[in-house]
């Protein structure tokens, strides 16, 4: 398989609490995405992360990149129901490549 | 204004038959991507073209799949001799310029070959 792996596979929270998602790749990249999707539905983007950035915000959203691990995070704070997807990071090293993803639930 | 659209969203195909998925992208996105999406996985991807040049089509996995973007707007996916091993969902997305971009996705074509 060509993609990056994300860690949880699923994750379950209530509403109001932080959701962590984690993401590893394996090239060198110019930049690393985070995408949403929800059930049945494209990919919608959410933040750009660019290789000599070691943090991002935007939102509730937060996203770290440490490229000495290959490795990147997603911090969703305060989460809603309305949040409940699966989370995707991807790498645009000598192609595009999709991580496995993160089944995010937030329960009201 | 128009999303990206794709055509048709759900597509039924016996083994053997050859089917062709349409991408309409943004106006003006100059990037043009597929990717293939089993259940429960991410997007895997396929080919990628800068207006009509198809940069990179080194993850179509077989000489079935052929994708082509003539007039550098319209896309399509064409999958010859269809397997059952090819049902998924097709995704295509546009960008401004290159792969570094921020991605707009259509809703995609879901394939399932009987």
């Known amino acids: 398989s060509q993609q990056g792996e994300e860690d949880p596979q699923a994750l379950s929270i209530q509403e109001g609490e932080n959701a962590t998602m984690n993401c590893s790749y394996k090239?060198?990249?110019?930049?690393l995405q985070w995408y949403r999707q929800n059930s049945g539905r494209g990919l919608v983007h959410l933040i750009l992360?660019?290789?000599?950035?070691r943090e991002k915000h935007s939102g509730r959203l937060r996203v770290t990149l440490d490229t000495s691990k290959k490795s990147s995070s997603l911090l969703i704070t305060a989460s809603r129901a309305a949040d409940t997807a699966s989370y995707f990071c991807?790498?645009?090293?000598?192609?595009?490549?999709f991580g496995s993803g993160t089944r995010l639930s937030v329960k009201p | 204004g128009a999303g990206v659209s794709q055509s048709p969203r759900y597509k039924v195909a016996k083994r053997g038959q050859d089917v062709a998925l349409r991408c309409d992208p943004i106006?003006?996105?100059?990037?043009l991507f597929w990717y293939q999406q089993a259940l429960g996985q991410g997007p895997e991807f396929l080919t990628y073209?800068?207006?009509?040049?198809?940069?990179?089509k080194s993850g179509l996995p077989s000489d079935r799949f052929f994708a082509e973007r003539p007039e550098g707007s319209v896309s399509t996916l064409k999958i010859q001799r269809t397997q059952q091993e090819d049902s998924a969902v097709y995704l295509c997305?546009?960008?401004?310029?290159?792969?570094?971009?921020?991605?707009?996705f259509g809703p995609g074509t879901r394939l399932t070959v009987t």
């Open positions: 991807a790498t645009d090293g000598s192609t595009f490549i």
């Open positions: 992360i660019r290789s000599n950035e």
């Open positions: 106006s003006g996105h100059v990037s």
């Open positions: 090239t060198s990249i110019n930049n």
């Open positions: 997305a546009s960008s401004l310029a290159g792969k570094e971009r921020q991605q707009y």
């Open positions: 073209f800068q207006n009509e040049a198809q940069l990179d």
